[in-house]
Nanobody
Framework: QVQLVESGGGSVQAGDSLRLSCAASGRTFSSYAMGWFRQAPRKEREFVAAISWSGGRTYYADSVKGRFRISRDNAKSTVSLQMNSLKPEDTAVYYC????????????????WGQGTQVTVSS
């Protein structure tokens, strides 16, 4: 079992940066791939980024590629999402998830989910 708690959300202006963190508790964090997803109002939850269990592979949605960076620290059982050049369309609740080994853009690839943290970007 893995418990996930996100932090770092907030309200910013377009062009600003935010860093989201996800702290994991429970055993074997380092054996799981980690992902970030987001859900905007009245929209389906969508994939943002993923990182393999070792951190050796990363994946990004086209909409955030070049602006967001996912990283992990297995010693601290944390995964982070550095978000730069934020846009109003990045406004959403951001969720971290754990599951599998190599990372997936599909929700079905993850077994554990956090409660989410709100990110609001104003123009």
């Amino acid at each position: 079992q893995v418990q996930l708690v996100e932090s770092g959300g907030g309200s910013v202006q377009a062009g600003d940066s935010l860093r989201l963190s996800c702290a994991a508790s429970g055993r074997t964090f380092s054996s799981y791939a980690m992902g970030w997803f987001r859900q905007a109002p009245r929209k389906e939850r969508e994939f943002v980024a993923a990182i393999s269990w070792s951190g050796g592979r990363t994946y990004y949605a086209d909409s955030v590629k070049g602006r967001f960076r996912i990283s992990r620290d297995n010693a601290k059982s944390t995964v982070s999402l550095q978000m730069n050049s934020l846009k109003p369309e990045d406004t959403a609740v951001y969720y971290c998830a754990a599951g599998g080994q190599y990372g997936s853009s599909r929700e079905s690839g993850y077994d554990y989910w956090g409660q989410g943290t709100q990110v609001t970007v104003s123009s």
